[in-house]
């Protein structure tokens, strides 16, 4: 076979039925495609679906609208070099739970409006930068030990997100988490969740308070595609080796570019560019779209 499918739920959950897997293999057949048996990476939360005949894009449709209503993510795509070497993800609201700007901006008595402003910026209605630079201006004279009160109360890994790393890595992946956030934050997430590298931007601070400003050149978008290129470059990896994660339109451009783009749980402008997109699953689901088995995760 030269495709598969996976159908992947959420591990909490087990939405992943016998019956789900029959019909998509039942309109996978409709639609012209030869199947292999059903092959479960973790019972009840990760199945895949070996096929030949047609293509994943029609693949994908066709048990999207048979699926339609089931609380399961489907990924349709080559056999071939399935799993990858190279894992890049965004942090907030990816790799972790919360936005790190909007909790600052609670500590501010800021937070309604620092949060509209981000949640349009990753929609993609604002610059980027603009709207950084912005945000962080807000946060003008508060004190720097709100990064750490943030960090420590506010600041939980999105589940599976160290099952994730840790088995790439054992797997000899190289992982990177790239934000358009703050670098006191992405140093103490890369240590929780094992990542060998990462990069963010960094926030004034003078005399113990935030200053309002960032240092230049803000990291964003354009930052996070360049990172991928270098690292693709500084492993010597083909492109197809690659695995981009994120949910905001800051991560486009490297999603776009990766081998494999996944969407977590994202903003509408990133769910439909995305190659893959993931809505009900946690961060595992990035192992099983690799044909990875849970009896396989490290921790």
């Not at 790239?178 to 601070?205: H, K, W």
């Not at 240092?215 to 695995?243: F, S």
Request: hydrophobic share 45%; glycine share 8%.
């Amino acid at each position: 076979m030269k495709y598969v499918i996976t159908l992947i739920g959420n591990p909490a959950k087990r939405d992943v039925t016998e019956d789900a897997v029959a019909e998509a293999t039942d309109t996978l057949q409709a639609a012209g495609a030869a199947t292999a048996a059903a092959d479960w990476l973790s019972a009840g939360v990760a199945c895949d679906l070996p096929f030949d005949g047609i293509g994943p894009d029609t693949a994908d449709a066709a048990a999207r609208s048979a699926l339609a209503g089931r609380p399961v993510d489907i990924v349709a795509q080559p056999l071939e070099d399935r799993r990858k070497k190279l894992l890049i993800a965004d942090m907030d609201s990816t790799f972790i739970t919360v936005e790190c700007i909007d909790e600052l901006a609670d500590f501010a008595g800021k937070r309604a409006e620092i949060s509209a402003i981000t949640e349009r910026a990753m929609r993609g209605e604002l610059d980027f930068e603009a709207a950084l630079r912005e945000r962080a201006a807000m946060l003008t004279g508060l004190p720097e030990a709100a990064m750490a009160e943030a960090f420590e109360q506010r600041v939980a890994l999105t589940p599976g997100g160290r099952t994730l790393v840790m088995t790439m890595r054992a797997a000899g992946a190289y992982t990177a988490l790239v934000s358009g956030g703050f670098d006191y934050f992405t140093a103490r997430v890369r240590e929780l969740a094992g990542f060998d590298m990462d990069q963010a931007n960094s926030l004034d601070v003078a005399d113990s308070r935030l200053t309002g400003r960032v240092a230049e050149p803000i990291l964003g978008r354009t930052a996070k595609l360049e990172t991928l290129k270098r690292l693709i470059a500084e492993h010597g990896l083909p492109t197809t080796a690659t695995l981009a994660v994120g949910d905001g339109a800051n991560d486009l451009d490297m999603i776009r570019a990766a081998g494999t783009g996944v969407a977590f749980h994202a903003k509408p402008i990133v769910a439909e560019a995305a190659g893959a997109r993931i809505d009900h699953g946690d961060l595992t689901a990035l192992l099983y779209l690799q044909g990875y088995r849970a009896a396989e995760f490290a921790e």
